[in-house]
């Protein structure tokens, strides 16, 4: 039974398209992520949220917006694909804050061409 | 600079080696410290979890952590093929709600 499972695993799309990432934990945590690693497997956060409200939102151009419907969804939303959006995008979820270890999903490794 | 500094590797040593890992950061801040474990194509799994300085032990694998030094280590004894991976460090402070990643190492055991 997956703890943190996203949807799609691959994704692959042309420029300018608008595209979603699904993430569910059924693990009861109450924070959740949005990382993402670069060709180099830098891991570094885009998005946190806390029980449905945002609490982290690092330099992200604003056509990444996340969504939290509940505790154990969060959603990704990016508009007009670029080249450079290019990565794999992990979702994550932690008991309490940071300080707690995190799980992470498989990973979506979205392709913009 | 960054505030975690790992060397990427690649690091390849033969089966049944000791591996050492490290990183160094600069937030005296930083409590939680961690190192995570990723297969290719697949998702960082933590591996050790250690709060504030000292050794822990897990089977072949020792985390260390020097906050004096701002230097924390993974050590795997008996490395073992099903060893290679990338392996990245993480830390946080206690009232931070993101872990900040060093690069990755990536290691190769060979048989």
């Known amino acids: 039974d997956t703890a943190v499972s996203q949807t799609p695993k691959y994704l692959v799309t042309q420029m300018g398209n608008d595209k979603s990432i699904k993430c569910e934990q059924n693990?009861?945590?109450?924070?959740m992520y949005w990382y993402k690693q670069d060709s180099k497997k830098f891991l570094k956060i885009m998005f946190s949220?806390?029980?449905?409200?945002?609490?982290i939102n690092e330099t992200v151009p604003n056509r990444f917006s996340p969504k939290s419907p509940d505790k154990a969804h969060l959603n990704l939303h990016i508009n007009s694909l670029e080249l450079g959006d290019s990565a794999v995008y992990f979702c994550?979820?932690?008991?309490?804050?940071?300080?707690?270890?995190?799980?992470f999903g498989q990973g979506t490794r979205l392709t913009v061409v | 600079q960054k505030e975690v500094e790992q060397d990427p590797g690649p690091l390849s040593v033969p089966e049944g080696a000791i591996v050492s890992l490290n990183c160094t950061y600069s937030?005296?801040?930083?409590?939680?410290f961690m190192w995570y474990r990723q297969y290719s194509r697949k998702g960082p799994e933590l591996l050790m979890y250690?709060?504030?300085?000292g050794n822990k032990e897990d089977g072949r694998f020792t985390a260390q952590v020097d906050k004096s030094s701002k230097y924390i280590s993974l050590f795997i004894r008996d490395s073992q093929p099903s060893d290679s991976a990338t392996y990245l460090c993480?830390?946080?402070?206690?009232?931070?709600?993101?872990?900040?990643f060093g690069a990755g190492t990536t290691v190769t055991v060979r048989a």
């Open positions: 937030n005296s801040a930083f409590q939680y």
């Open positions: 250690t709060y504030s300085s």
């Open positions: 994550a979820s932690t008991p309490l804050t940071g300080s707690s270890e995190a799980f």
């Open positions: 949220y806390n029980n449905k409200e945002l609490i």
């Open positions: 993480a830390m946080s402070s206690s009232n931070d709600y993101k872990l900040s």
């Open positions: 693990l009861g945590h109450d924070t």
